[in-house]
T-cell receptor
Framework: GAVVSQHPSRVICKSGTSVKIECRSLDFQATTMFWYRQFPKQSLMLMATSNEGSKATYEQGVEKDKFLINHASLTLSTLTVTSAHPEDSSFYIC????????????????FGPGTRLTVL | SQQGEEDPQALSIQEGENATMNCSYKTSINNLQWYRQNSGRGLVHLILIRSNEREKHSGRLRVTLDTSKKSSSLLITASRAADTASYFCATDLKGNTGKLIFGQGTTLQVKP
């Protein structure tokens, strides 16, 4: 199956700093990438949908200026948590999907291994 | 808002027993998927069932889908200690956005 990587796998930062998380599809071209956040012992919450070459679409309640998403190529999307605070500490997971030429999505999304962010 | 509700929230069984987890959702779907997550790790895709399918098998996994009741179940037969994990259902909503909405998850513990 397709492989999606995330970097870093774990990051600890001071409050007020910005952190960038990379999501890469290693062996296929991902027209769309999704970013999720997962708090301890909770489910995944979709934060935003990122399409290559266009602005990300954010879910209700997610601050676009706080969580900057860039999808500059078909294999890379980045999530930058700006001015991070302790409440942003969470597990961030990306997934990648590919559209058929018809525009329909291939059913399966491929998930990255996640990035654990701890803000002190 | 979350689409799926899962029950039970937690399940503890002995190795060799079967485990059944249920998922309910609210709106029309293209498909429903089940994922496994080991503690602190990423998601592993287990099985996908389309809205026009009623049952699907993969190894020791059996998934059913009842679109009239907007519910699905995941059965793991002959469980092993290695099956200990959290299990999530996720719905791919009609409209072909590709967005997945996850249920709250069931934490399964299989005791050796």
């Amino acid at each position: 199956g397709a492989v999606v990587s995330q970097h870093p796998s774990r990051v600890i930062c001071k409050s007020g700093t910005s952190v960038k998380i990379e999501c890469r599809s290693l062996d296929f071209q991902a027209t769309t990438m999704f970013w999720y956040r997962q708090f301890p012992k909770q489910s995944l919450m979709l934060m935003a949908t990122s399409n290559e070459g266009s602005k990300a679409t954010y879910e209700q309640g997610v601050e676009k200026d706080k969580f900057l998403i860039n999808h500059a190529s078909l294999t890379l999307s980045t999530l930058t948590v700006t001015s991070a605070h302790p409440e942003d500490s969470s597990f961030y997971i990306c997934s990648a999907a590919s559209s058929l030429l018809s525009g329909d999505f291939i059913d399966t999304q491929y998930f990255g291994p996640g990035t654990r962010l701890t803000v002190l | 808002s979350q689409q799926g509700e899962e029950d039970p929230q937690a399940l503890s069984i002995q190795e060799g027993e079967n485990a059944t987890m249920n998922c309910s959702y609210k709106t029309s779907i293209n498909n429903l998927q089940w994922y496994r997550q080991n503690s602190g790790r990423g998601l592993v895709h287990l099985i996908l069932i389309r809205s026009n399918e009623r049952e699907k098998h993969s190894g020791r996994l059996r998934v059913t889908l009842d679109t009239s009741k907007k519910s699905s179940s995941l059965l793991i037969t002959a469980s092993r200690a290695a099956d200990t994990a959290s299990y999530f259902c996720a719905t791919d909503l009609k409209g072909n956005t590709g967005k997945l909405i996850f249920g709250q998850g069931t934490t399964l513990q299989v005791k050796p």
